[in-house]
């Protein structure tokens, strides 16, 4: 029953903001380290941001730095992605992942996902 669950994602227009939502069912996903990936047809699946659970030590791809946030509630049970001035380009299914700890931003190096909320930008 241990699963990862988004949500938030949908139509916006370019320069518009979006806040994405991944809750952790179960206590091992609480202490887990989890970042966000998306995908865009045709494309592999990228990475786009990922914070640690010790130290809430962020990352990001360069692609979105500046423009996206990641963060966690206090209670550390839910993380989320902030996405500001959206781009055409920032159409892609969002995908939610987990790792027992951090050690890069590779898709081989995450063991746990959700199932993706679309996130479409018109342009």
């Known amino acids: 029953q241990v699963q990862l669950v988004e949500s938030g994602g949908g139509l916006v227009r370019a320069g518009g903001s979006l806040r994405l939502s991944c809750a952790a069912s179960?206590?091992?996903?609480?202490?887990?380290?989890k970042g966000w990936f998306r995908q865009a047809p045709g494309k592999e699946r990228e990475f786009v941001a990922a914070i640690t659970w010790q130290d809430d030590k962020t990352y990001y791809a360069d692609s979105v730095k500046g423009r996206f946030t990641i963060s966690r509630d206090n209670d550390k049970s839910a993380v989320y992605l902030q996405m500001n001035s959206l781009k055409p380009e920032d159409t892609a299914v969002y995908y939610c992942?987990?790792?027992?700890?951090?050690?890069?931003?590779?898709?081989?190096?995450?063991?746990?996902w959700g199932q993706g909320t679309q996130v479409t930008v018109s342009s």
């Open positions: 179960g206590r091992t996903f609480t202490t887990f380290d």
């Open positions: 992942a987990a790792v027992r700890f951090y050690s890069g931003s590779s898709r081989q190096n995450w063991d746990y």
